[in-house]
């Protein structure tokens, strides 16, 4: 697989989540803060999702730009990431419109878990592939037990007091955006 155009439909596919999420926008009726405040949850949704969704891109363009091969078990992970990521926009205009019920919570935090799974999946086999490259910081299973741990602990929380679901995913997109920083820029691969 020519791994320049898998990178290309990859970016684009993300791009299209990206913008489906902000589409879900509304302004408010009013032109006051209260009138704004009103949607908070879908507002918070969104922005959640999209921190997430930018952080794990820039790990998947790390990961890619290091790589010299990509295999076929590579590009399927990859399809697959990207199918769990294509579930984002549905789970945030779900749950940000809900975001007091135990279900839209759940479903959320199930299909980011997923879309970190395949992530992690797909980060193995390029690991696999290309065993001279050496795993992002921010890849390590200890991050990603805590990221899996978070998502897990979310889904439960949901179960007690569904916002509390939501702040989780808060919680975690930060503890992603400030491992980043620890993270060194690559190089492409020839």
């Known amino acids: 697989m020519n791994k320049g155009r898998l990178e290309a439909f990859t970016d684009a ?8 999420m902000v589409l879900e926008l509304r302004p408010p009726e009013g032109v006051s803060l209260q009138a704004l405040s009103t949607d908070w949850p879908i507002l918070l949704a969104y922005i ?14 790390n990961i890619f730009n290091k790589a010299k091969i990509i295999s076929t078990r590579t590009f399927l992970l990859n399809g697959l990431w ?4 294509t579930l984002v926009p549905f789970s945030t205009a779900w749950v940000g419109q809900h975001v007091a ?13 997923l879309w ?7 980060d193995i086999s390029i690991m696999k592939d290309n065993p001279n490259i050496v795993r992002d910081v921010s890849n390590q299973l200890g991050v990603r037990l805590l990221l ?3 998502y897990v602990f979310g889904i439960i929380l949901a179960f007690i007091w569904p916002i509390g679901s939501l702040l989780t995913v808060g919680a975690i997109s930060a503890m992603l955006s400030i491992d980043l920083l620890r993270v060194a820029p690559t190089s492409p691969s020839k």
């Open 82 to 85: 990207l199918f769990a990521l």
């Open 116 to 122: 970190s799974g395949t992530f992690q999946l797909m």
């Open 48 to 61: 959640f999702s999209f921190t997430l969704i930018y952080v794990v891109w820039y790990s998947h363009h």
């Open 148 to 150: 899996y741990g978070g």
């Open 101 to 113: 019920d135990t279900l839209p919570e759940v479903v959320y935090l199930v299909v980011l878990l």
């Open 13 to 20: 596919v993300i791009a299209i989540a990206a913008t489906i």
